[in-house]
């Protein structure tokens, strides 16, 4: 009998380290231990921004201030990301020694019960983070090599000189920038117009125009009716019945909840595993954090869902969390997207009185060279002055939005959030110009 049963090795493990040293008797059930960490940690956030980080020099290797070319290496890419990986996951082990881990599958099979194989568990409090899987629509004969998945670009040795990437989401935009910026010829095929879903209209049009700039061919309203590996590379048919081939087609399409682990009536399962504003599905006791809750597919909010989790069952008596708070991101190239709190789009669908402030970052001196003078920043206060959110497209956008991250959990105005000075040159400095046109 268990205190607590973490089932699934992804940031779940955050949350049973934390038990453990608290006296509690934990166990962490995970199908493949080696992959203890997540796909955050193996084939997802950790390597893939390794790759876009060497695919950023090259990127930038091709400004006329520099002689010569370079190119990736892909072989060595590999064997560092892999050199990378087997030493963080010893480290992810050494820190579960007070943890029982047990490699298997787990499946809820009744009330405070897991089952692995032909095992039975117990444990008073069940916390299920058995993530996401990529889904692949129908029509698409993935075989891993012509057409493959982000895991697989993981493992890519070459890199293809046409690819196409399929689905507009974090995945297919971060992958493409990845294979542009790194040489290779991409055409992104999306089902929409639009790159960024609910994105302010002119940070939608400044990432259109960098992607044309890295040379991505934009195919939008358009879905994949027919692909598959051939002789030749990979053959698509298009929605327009238009045929193509290219060496390498990337399936980014978009991740489903993994819920498989719910062989028990009384949990509800829908989109993901439902649950509360607690994460505690509809029997107590018994919660849900990270991809498989269906309410936001992110590292971070995994190991902050799981952390509170805990909390709780350690009698902590932890806040809620904000998932509004939590800071979304796409790492595109040169520049990221990323936003925080509400966006233009979802304050007008919510009906709230709002400002908002732009500031291009053509502005600064510090954009020249740093490939973003179609960059800026935005914020958002309501009727008295109180900061809603804020999103930017800019160079590491994805640590300048922590900023209005802090200022939404310190719930300040805009009065008291231009009483910090920026630093001069920053990027962070068109932030600042955001508060103090509020």
């Not at 890419?77 to 050494?94: A, G, P, Q």
């Not at 020694?97 to 692995?116: M, N, R």
């Not at 640590?399 to 910090?420: F, H, N, P, S, Y």
Request: proline share 3%; hydrophobic share 40%; glycine share 10%.
């Amino acid at each position: 009998m268990y205190d607590i049963i973490y089932v699934g090795g992804g940031l779940n493990y955050a949350g049973a380290i934390v038990a453990a040293k608290q006296g509690k008797k934990v166990a962490l059930i995970e199908n493949d231990l080696n992959q203890l960490g997540g796909v955050c940690l193996h084939k997802g956030c950790i390597p893939s921004k390794m790759f876009l980080h060497y695919a950023q020099t090259v990127f930038e290797s091709q400004n006329e201030i520099f002689d010569g070319t370079l190119k990736l290496d892909m072989r060595t890419l590999f064997e560092k990301k892999d050199s990378l990986l087997k030493n963080v996951t010893k480290i992810v082990h050494k820190q579960c020694e007070g943890v029982d881990l047990i490699e298997g599958k787990g499946v809820v099979v009744a009330p405070h019960t897991v089952q692995v194989g032909e095992q039975t568990y117990k444990g008073e409090y069940i916390v299920i983070g058995t993530g996401s899987s990529p889904f692949i629509p129908e029509g698409i004969d993935y075989d891993g090599k012509t057409i493959f998945l982000s895991d697989d670009v993981l493992n890519l040795t070459t890199l293809p000189k046409k690819v196409a990437v399929y689905g507009t989401g974090a995945i297919g935009l971060e992958m493409a920038s990845f294979f542009a910026a790194a040489g290779s010829e991409v055409t992104l095929i999306g089902r929409h117009d639009i790159l960024l879903k609910g994105a302010h209209v002119s940070i939608e049009n400044a990432l259109k125009q960098q992607f044309e700039k890295l040379g991505v061919v934009l195919m939008p309203n358009r879905t994949v009716q027919r692909a598959k590996p051939t002789k030749r590379g990979a053959h698509v048919i298009l929605s327009d019945d238009s045929e193509k081939y290219f060496d390498a087609m990337l399936v980014a399409t978009g991740r489903r909840a993994n819920t498989d682990v719910i062989a028990c009536d009384e949990i509800v399962v829908g989109k993901g595993i439902e649950t509360d504003i607690w994460f505690e599905t509809t029997l107590p006791k018994h919660y849900a954090i990270g991809d498989c809750n269906g309410k936001l597919q992110l590292a971070h909010a995994a190991r902050a869902e799981a952390l509170n989790v805990t909390d709780q069952i350690l009698g902590k008596s932890p806040r809620a969390l904000d998932l509004d708070h939590v800071v979304k991101f796409i790492h595109t190239l040169p520049m990221s997207y990323a936003y925080v709190g509400k966006r233009k789009s979802e304050l007008e669908q919510a009906g709230i009185a709002y400002k908002e402030k732009l500031v291009g970052l053509n502005q600064f001196t510090y954009s020249v060279y740093n490939h973003a003078a179609k960059g800026m920043m935005v914020s958002y206060v309501d009727s008295e002055g109180f900061i809603l959110g804020g999103e930017m497209l800019a160079p590491n956008a994805e640590e300048l939005i922590a900023t209005v991250g802090m200022v939404l959990a310190g719930e300040m105005d805009a009065a008291q959030a231009k009483r910090v000075i920026f630093a001069h040159p920053t990027f962070s400095e068109a932030l600042e110009r955001t508060f103090y046109r509020l």
